[in-house]
């Protein structure tokens, strides 16, 4: 029996993406390398934050299965590519499990299947790279099967806006291309875009990254000179939010996480190095800035010790929240772990409360965990609020003054140091 949809890639952007589908009726595989995440989901166990374990014995009951067996590829209408790209050792574009997958496909696929990439990338990977691959064994695109590029915009734990009324950009290799995209992701989304073209498709997906990475970065530079000039730039960012027009407010932190901010920049940079020869300026220069507040707040916990005439080696240093974004379990890319490490590296005796969050390894090293935010705190020399779960009273944490330090901007006494 054809089966419509078969997601391959079962994490935070392919689970929501099996959820909307079975849903809406179709009859749905998912597919991954991951044997312990297929038993589990089969099982009716979760391993994302979208998704309760009663979400996923839903999807069950609903004819959703998982496997590992490529074979289910077979006789599938859509296919569906939620793999990973992530950044190489040395900073560059890894494009293996894409790579795997379209391979995978073009052993399996039947003829006229619509084959969709969702995992961000570089302009041209859909057209240059998964094309060919697919188109190797004597099909044409547009004739023998189907091929569009559909950037992913999930945002893990947005109470807002999820798959179904985010709007969805597609991109076909042909105009026949686009419209099976079109066709369908009409059934599962409200509003479908359509792109003149997969390379026009790939970049508005890394320029709506690039664009907050840049936004960061500025606001993370501002955060250094106005402590340095002695202006609240919390403050300032909230007057300026004020405006009803040409502003929209961006907010300090220990440095970009997540899977989109610290990584997509990367992927259009590459692209302009690579096929250009000259640097993306702007994104290079943002990437420096963000990726060196984690090694600022471990100095400005440093001064705050000093001020206080105390040293930071041997320190009792008590960090809070260690997930990437507020009231998710998601730790990819945090910026909490360069923070641990700088830390650690100036001999800080580090631990960590996170509700989210029971195990912490940084470099083969486990962080002694605290099991009361409160009373780690108070037995802290400093505390460190790196994610401003909903748990954790600001109220609570304002009793510290000056030991702690507010990297998030949800204190108000002039007692805390903040970022």
């Not at 089966?3 to 994490?11: A, I, K, S």
């Not at 996923?56 to 209408?77: Q, T």
């Not at 999930?154 to 009324?165: A, F, H, Q």
Request: net charge negative; proline share 6%.
């Amino acid at each position: 029996m054809a089966t419509d949809l078969v997601v391959v890639g079962l994490g935070y952007v392919g689970l929501p993406l099996v959820a909307e589908g079975v849903r809406d009726g179709l009859s749905v595989v998912g597919l991954d390398i991951n044997s312990a995440v297929v038993d589990g989901l089969n099982a009716g166990t979760s391993h994302i934050d979208d998704l309760s374990d009663e979400d996923i014995e839903g999807l069950v009951r609903g004819g959703f299965v998982a496997s590992v067996d490529p074979a289910v590829m077979r006789d599938a209408s859509t296919i569906v590519l939620c793999v990973p790209t992530p950044l190489a050792d040395d900073g560059t574009p890894d494009l293996g499990a894409v790579l795997a997958a379209t391979e995978t496909v073009a052993e399996h696929m039947s003829p006229g299947t619509l084959v969709v990439l969702e995992s961000t990338t570089f302009p041209g990977t859909t057209d240059d790279v998964v094309r060919p691959l697919l188109e190797a064994a004597g099909r044409v695109v547009g004739e023998d099967f189907y091929l569009a590029f559909s950037p992913e915009r999930i945002d893990p734990g947005n109470p807002k806006y999820g798959l179904r009324n985010t709007p969805k950009v597609v991109g076909g290799c042909t105009p026949a291309c686009t419209e099976r995209a079109t066709d369908f992701y009409a059934r599962l989304v409200d509003t479908v875009v359509q792109a003149r073209g997969p390379r026009e498709a790939e970049t508005a997906k890394l320029l709506e990254n690039t664009y907050r990475h840049v936004n960061i970065a500025l606001v993370n530079e501002m955060a250094r000179f106005c402590h340095e000039l002695q202006i609240d730039l919390w403050d300032v960012v909230r007057l300026a939010a004020t405006k009803p027009f040409g502003f929209q407010a961006f907010y300090p932190g220990p440095g970009v996480g997540g899977h989109c901010i610290p990584i997509d920049p990367n992927y259009l940079a590459y692209s302009v190095r690579s096929q250009l020869g000259y640097p993306f300026r702007f994104v290079e220069l943002a990437q420096e800035v963000n990726s060196t507040m984690p090694k600022y707040v471990a100095r400005r916990i440093q001064d705050a010790l000093n001020q206080r005439g105390a040293a930071l080696k041997g320190a009792k240093v008590l960090l809070l929240g260690v997930t990437y974004k507020a009231n998710i379990a998601d730790q990819r890319e945090s910026p909490s772990r360069e923070v641990a490490k700088a830390l650690l590296a100036l001999g800080a005796d580090v631990s960590f409360h996170d509700p989210f969050v029971e195990t912490w390894i940084i470099d083969d090293r486990e962080i002694p965990r605290v099991p009361s935010y409160s009373q780690g705190a108070a037995e802290a020399d400093s505390v460190v609020l790196l994610q401003a779960h909903d748990e954790y009273d600001v109220a609570v944490l304002e009793q510290l003054g000056d030991r702690l330090f507010d990297t998030r901007g949800v204190t108000r006494s002039s007692q805390v140091d903040r970022i």
